[in-house]
């Protein structure tokens, strides 16, 4: 990495942003605190972010924020060079945490997804699966959604600023549901909704607006799968369908990939 030379003197920390395979969603949430940059700017050097600078500053880095999933042996080599240059390695959103959207190839034939969208697949070069940050490298802290939550990446960074532990939820979406005061889609309407398992953060924005919620926090931390799957399908919800409401943005997270495995249809074995 090459750049312009750290001002001597400048003691701030210094912050690097990161992406692997991803939309950019995550980082444009950073670009998106308008209010906080300038202040966010003056705490902290901003020593590599490639979607606001070219520039960039040479590690060691205080801390890093990395988008995105492993999806390629290139993305292995370089998240292991991101954590031997970074104090603190924070994990940005669903791609990150549990393998994106592009983890459903984990589910299906090498090669399948590859071949019913470009002409040309051999060009590809891609591993078959896409893999979460923490499954190449050690990982000191987590923020889940897709994208994340705003307020709880200012809690983050301010709070590895102050040299605490930042306070982000483990409980669900349905606690943020009962807050704000909307009435339960899944009791009172029969909407197929992950609320009861999936983390809060993002303020139960889907119910509020009358859908239900597709999980895109991750599961919460004691997130009861096998009841809600229970409950959904006694609702009348097909277990093709039940598989597709665990397998969006955060398939490749442990429960969820759990919970999605145990409804797969099975076949004969021939
Ligand atoms: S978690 Fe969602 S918003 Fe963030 S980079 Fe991945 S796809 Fe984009
Ligand atoms: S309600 Fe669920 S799907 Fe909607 S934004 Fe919140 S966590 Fe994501």
New binding site residues.
């Given amino acids: 990495m090459t750049g312009p030379e750290p001002v001597p003197g400048d003691a701030r920390p210094s912050l690097a942003v990161w992406k692997f395979a ?8 950073l670009l998106d605190c308008e209010e906080e940059l300038l202040a966010l700017a003056g705490a902290v050097r901003i020593a590599h972010f490639t979607e606001m600078s070219r520039a960039s500053i040479a590690g060691p880095y205080d801390v890093s924020l990395v ?3 492993i999806t390629t042996e290139e993305d292995a080599r370089r998240i292991r060079e991101v954590r031997e240059s970074s104090r603190t390695l924070v994990t ?6 549990a393998g ?2 592009q983890g459903l190839r984990n589910f299906a034939a090498s090669g399948e997804y590859a071949r019913a969208v470009y002409a040309h697949p051999e060009y590809l070069a891609s591993l078959d699966t896409s893999t979460p940050v923490e499954q190449h490298v050690h990982v000191d802290l987590a923020l889940h ?4 939550d705003r307020g709880q990446l200012l809690e983050v960074v301010t709070a590895l600023l102050a040299g605490r532990r930042p306070v982000l939820p483990g409980h669900s979406v349905c606690e943020q549901c009962k807050a704000r005061g909307t009435v339960c889609l899944l009791v009172a309407g029969g909407t197929p909704c992950l609320g009861p398992v999936t983390r809060a953060g993002c303020g139960a924005l889907c119910p509020a607006v009358d859908r239900g919620c597709f999980g ?1 926090f991750g599961p919460a931390d004691t997130a009861n799968t096998e009841a809600l799957a229970r409950r959904l399908i006694s609702d009348g919800l097909a277990t093709d369908a039940l598989v597709r409401l665990f397998r969006t ?1 955060n398939a490749g997270a442990p429960a969820f990939e759990k919970e999605g495995r145990a409804h797969e249809p099975r076949h004969p074995a021939s």
Avoid: K, Y
């Avoid at 991803?22 to 949430?29: F, I, R």
């Avoid at 940005?92 to 945490?97: D, E, K, N, S, Y």
């Avoid at 959604?145 to 994340?148: D, F, L, S, T, W």
């Fill in positions: 991803s939309c950019d969603g995550c980082q444009l949430t988008e995105g999933s940005i959103g669903a791609c990150a945490t994106g959207i959604g897709c994208p994340i895109c943005f």
